[in-house]
């Protein structure tokens, strides 16, 4: 079965810097899907950065960004220039090219300080 | 383009009611999943209906079920509520298919039961 880990239940960051969340994932499968999801207090649930598996380069969206290493099943995000309004659960998940169900990590929730 | 809607937004009932929940997926996506997010158990699939059929389910028991119809709405419905049905629960529309790049997240239905 598939598993989604975050191993970082909370995290901090000053505003303006750089912080990394971290995801690990366990799969048998070679094609799949890796997203972060953002979850305010608002609890809406906003796509952050989507990464193919089958791509090697990581995916970026303006100050969010991937490191993806396929063969160690790791998938973090780097958020760059921390703003306020990045504070957030952020969720880790997986879904098989073959599925259309989401595995979900635990998530982080991410403080930024002004 | 309208997103997702779920309603209501807030639900109180009692145990042992049933309650039915509504989710309108955006314009020309066919598949809606379900998900119920608690703060012990985190995200967990309960089911996805594509075209008017349940393609997949969670590990829920069987008081969970939901249809869909030929617009693709969708409601879920849970019978003889428990304390511990008390959760968020998300819809989530795609445009169709196996390999969903991309599910976008309605802002959940909060039910508390008492």
């Known amino acids: 079965a598939q598993t989604v880990t975050q191993s970082q239940p909370e995290m901090s960051v000053q505003e303006a810097e750089t912080v990394t969340l971290s995801c690990t994932y366990d799969t048998s499968e070679s094609d799949y899907y890796l997203f972060w999801y953002k979850q305010p207090p608002s609890r809406q649930m906003i796509l952050v950065i989507r990464?193919?598996?089958?791509?090697?380069q990581n995916a970026t969206e303006n100050r969010f960004s991937v490191n993806f290493q396929k063969a160690a099943k790791s998938f973090s995000l780097k958020i760059s220039d921390s703003q306020l309004g990045d504070a957030a659960m952020y969720f880790c998940a997986y879904v098989s090219n073959t599925g259309n169900q989401f595995y979900f990590g635990t998530g982080t929730s991410l403080t930024v300080i002004p | 383009k309208a997103g997702v809607t779920q309603t209501p937004r807030y639900l109180i009932k009692t145990r042992g009611q049933q309650v039915t929940l509504s989710c309108s997926p955006i314009?020309?996506?066919?598949?809606v999943s379900w998900y119920q997010q608690t703060p012990g158990q985190g995200l967990q699939f309960l089911f996805e209906y594509f075209s008017e059929t349940q393609r997949n389910k969670g590990n829920f028991p069987g008081r969970f079920s939901g249809r869909q119809f030929s617009n693709s709405r969708s409601e879920m419905n849970v019978s003889t509520l428990e304390l511990g049905d008390s959760a968020l629960y998300l819809c989530a529309s795609s445009v169709a298919g196996r390999g969903t790049t991309e599910a976008f997240f309605g802002q959940g239905t909060r039910l508390t039961v008492v």
């Open positions: 314009s020309g996506h066919r598949s």
């Open positions: 990464q193919e598996a089958y791509k090697q």
